[in-house]
């Protein structure tokens, strides 16, 4: 076969990542990059014959009841596995969510509140939520919903959507996720609509969140809260975050100068709800969900197939 530069095995591992993790397809990946199609397709064609992608099958009719029950003993917690095709959708993302909707709608009942993150796997989840009557529901964010950039967070959306779906008001938290310095936060903290907002989220029986992934792809990378240093420090110790909470491998906080600066629900807090659930659908979260649930901050999890089968490997 022939052999490829570093250069070259680099281009076709991002064209890899952009079509098949983050479903671009050739056209729009031809335009990211600036190069044709067929030499796309061709990148495409080649990964797979070198082994750098290898196709899985996953069979609807697997039974995951059994690796249920495992990662549900191994880590103390509800775990629902879900397969990509769940119901008709056709990515893992779209199918996680859609069944985390259905979760929420079962086990929603009057006076709840709902706490939840943002991004796009939250996003999934509040776009397929039915509308439901159920008295007494309040819905609020857990975390800063303003950024610096023009990186869609999908924090307004999700919110509005939750909010339409029990038919109640949304709560924001129209504040930047990490602020420049301590003393602005604290300040900011006691203002009393502020608090009202933290409070709600405090006072919340159930959590819905996802896990960020730590590096380029990271959605909290791109919207101008970290210098480049700040960066290089959660790349080396950080597995993921959970409401901005960047975490280590264990669930301990990566950086607590940073942390300090992060407005929104605390991790302890994650650990009372009644019903705290993480969501996840790409296997690149597997470290991230893992530390989430070995350190109690999640109760429930629901998350698709091939990051089920990840897990099953961690200590």
Known sequence: MKSYDEEKIKQMLLISHLYYEKNMGQVEISKKIGLSRPTISRSLQTAKEMGLVKIQIENPFVDFKELEQQLSDKYKAKISIVPTNYKGETTA????????????????????????????????VTKHIEKRNVLGVQAVQLKGSVSFENERTYAYESITELAKAFNTQSRYLPLPTIFDNVETKKM???????????????????????????????????????????????????VGDIASHFIDEKGKIVSQELDDRTIGIQLEDLKKKEHSIVVASDVEKAAGVHAVLKAGYANTAVIGSSLAQNLIDYK
């Open 93 to 124: 993302l779209n199918s996680v969510g859609m069944f985390a909707a259905e979760y929420l709608s079962r086990i929603i009942k009057p006076e709840d509140i709902i706490g939840i993150g943002w991004g796009k796997t939250v996003h999934a």
């Open 188 to 238: 900011v903290e006691k203002d009393r609509f502020i608090k009202s907002i933290l409070d709600l989220g405090k006072q919340a029986n159930i959590a819905i969140f996802t896990v960020g992934v730590i590096g380029k792809d990271a959605l909290l990378f791109h919207l101008g809260y970290l210098n480049d240093e700040q960066k290089k420090e959660l790349e080396s110790k950080a």
